[in-house]
């Protein structure tokens, strides 16, 4: 696997062209390809959005285990991941045997 020293930093400026940028393209995969997640900048979305975004998400995070746990995660992959508690064996970076080390929430757009 890639030992990268930083968080990759994609620029979106262009995105909303007829055909992306080549070097888009290029750029999402080799973040998501070696590390995994990446910085995204020129996106578009206020700073007051995602400032709520992360304080939304912190307000989640601090509620009790219990309350949590009422939305674990569901059969459509949305819900509550408490942490040390799932293990994706669909990693092909790396043989997974480890529980994840990080509580999450999975949202998606809902199904029509």
């Known amino acids: 696997m ?10 979106l400026s262009g ?4 055909n992306p940028p080549e ?4 750029a999402f995969f080799e973040a998501y390809h070696n590390m995994g997640f990446a910085y995204i900048v020129n996106h578009g979305i206020s700073p007051d959005l995602i400032t709520a975004v992360f304080d939304a998400s912190r307000r989640f995070h601090d ?8 939305i674990s995660l569901d059969h459509k992959h949305r819900g ?4 040390d508690t799932s293990t994706d064996v669909n990693s092909k970076l ?3 045997t480890k529980p994840n080390q990080s ?3 999975m949202m998606m757009r809902e199904d029509a």
Not at 15 to 18: A, C, K, R, S, V
Not at 63 to 69: S, T, V
Not at 80 to 83: D, F, R
């Open 2 to 11: 890639h030992r990268a020293s930083s968080i990759p930093i994609i620029d």
């Open 15 to 18: 995105l909303n062209d007829t």
């Open 23 to 26: 070097r888009l393209k290029k």
């Open 63 to 70: 509620l009790p285990i219990e309350a949590k746990m009422a």
């Open 80 to 83: 509550y991941i408490a942490i």
């Open 94 to 96: 790396a043989t997974v």
């Open 103 to 105: 509580a999450s929430f």
